[in-house]
């Protein structure tokens, strides 16, 4: 709640905790480590509030992409929610290996980060993509194509395994066929084309196990 004051978002901090406060009483008696599964309630209600259009899923993802920011407040009331997040995700991958789509709105600057074939691009966030390519294409001038497949690379090392959780029957907007990435995921760029129809820039990525 603390975190939804300071950025004016009060109210939207009080629905977020009341939504967790209701699923509570399922973690009871159970130890909070890897070891343990964790109820499924508590995961799929942490995927539900990410998946929210509000201030949350913002304030995480941009910690996580700087996590030297992060002060020993936001640690405690941020970082529990970020490790039941990621257990979730790391307990339900979802084992079809497919391809996974997501739009976005890069400089040209922005999308050179990405395009090296000698180093490797760890997404420290939480990464929202879609199955459907259509759905991916409605956001933003680039195109990011994961391969799960070794549909444009077969002549690449063996894909890994299934870094992604289907998350829409939980997630808040159902229709966009989600899929979930858990933080800190490795990809290998492979190729870049441009989609002069489309006026898209296209990444390819390859997941890395």
Excluded at 94 to 114: A, F, M, P, S, V
Excluded at 116 to 137: D, G, L, Q, V, Y
Excluded at 163 to 169: K, Q, R, T
Excluded at 178 to 195: A, G, H, N, W
Aim: some cysteine; hydrophobic content about 35%; proline content about 3%.
């Amino acid at each position: 709640m603390e975190e939804g004051s300071l950025l004016g978002k009060t109210k939207e901090a009080e629905w977020l905790a009341r939504q967790l406060l209701t699923v509570k009483h399922y973690g009871n008696g159970i130890p909070a480590d890897w070891c343990h599964t964790m109820p499924a309630e508590i995961g799929q209600m942490c995927v539900y509030l990410y998946t929210k259009e509000c201030f949350w899923y913002k304030l995480v993802n941009k910690l996580l992409r700087d996590i030297s920011n992060i002060t020993i407040d936001q640690l405690k009331s941020i970082g529990p929610f970020c490790w039941l997040l990621q257990q979730y995700l790391e307990k339900n991958k979802t084992g079809e290996i497919i391809t996974l789509y997501r739009g976005c709105e890069l400089t040209d600057e922005q999308r050179k980060d990405y395009m090296n074939k000698k180093s490797t691009i760890t997404f420290t966030a939480f990464t929202s993509t879609s199955r459907s390519r259509e759905k991916a294409e409605q956001f933003g001038n680039t195109l990011f194509i994961f391969d799960c497949m070794n549909k444009y690379f077969p002549r690449a090392a063996h894909p890994c395994g299934p870094f992604s959780v289907d998350i829409a029957a939980i997630s808040d907007f159902p229709n966009e066929e989600e899929f979930l990435i858990e933080s800190k995921r490795v990809f290998q760029f492979m190729r870049y084309d441009y989609d002069f129809k489309k006026k898209k820039h296209l990444i390819y990525l390859m997941g890395l196990g």
